[in-house]
């Protein structure tokens, strides 16, 4: 499973670092900005500039599977984390199973109707995209605390080495460096 985890990683650090890099060459080359709800059709332009205008339906049906698929797992762990957070905030009985299923159940109807909610009345797909990152760096700021706590004061039966104290650290330094500068750039640029 390490192995997994680990390839997987690889791989998709870096497709995701060759999207962003290809995506910056093409657009900035041709100084668009994704406005609005043109966002799908310029980030289009990636593809069809460097690949062809035929592949532009191939381009629309993958995006449509990988926003399909990360809209699923996102409503999937939100409506779960939603409900632990309830159970722990004294909201629902934590220990309740049936209260919290209920709780999932109605999540995974309401979270995705406040989406389309949002997508409708604010049609801003770019504004709601930065907004998102604001939210993921708040709630990885939470992750971090929380990998501090398991580290520093958790009972461990075995400590982990110094190569794992530094991949934390430099992980958490990474993710605040960035929290910061994203926030910095979204609020002062």
């Known amino acids: 499973m390490y192995l997994d985890a680990l390839v997987a990683m690889i791989i998709y650090t870096s497709v995701t670092a060759a999207f962003y890099l290809l995506g910056a060459a093409v657009l900035h080359a041709r100084a668009v900005i994704p406005q609005g709800n043109e966002l799908i059709e310029t980030v289009a332009l990636i593809y069809t500039e460097s690949i062809g205008p035929s592949i532009r339906v191939a381009y629309l049906v993958g995006a449509f599977f990988v926003l399909y698929s990360s809209l699923f797992a996102s409503l999937a762990a939100w409506s779960r984390m939603y409900s632990d957070i309830f159970g722990h905030l004294g909201w629902l009985n934590f220990y309740d199973i049936n209260q919290r299923k209920k709780v999932i159940a109605v999540l995974a109807w309401a979270c995705p109707l406040l989406w389309a909610i949002a997508y409708l009345f604010v049609s801003l797909p770019v504004g709601m995209i ?16 929380a990998a501090l706590n398991f580290r520093y004061r958790q009972y461990q039966v075995e400590a982990p080495g110094p190569l794992y104290d530094f991949a934390l650290w430099f992980s958490i330094v990474s993710i605040c460096y960035v929290g910061v500068y994203g926030l910095w750039n979204v609020m002062f640029a």
């Open 130 to 145: 930065l907004f998102g990152g604001i939210v993921g760096s708040l709630l990885l700021l939470i992750i971090v605390y």
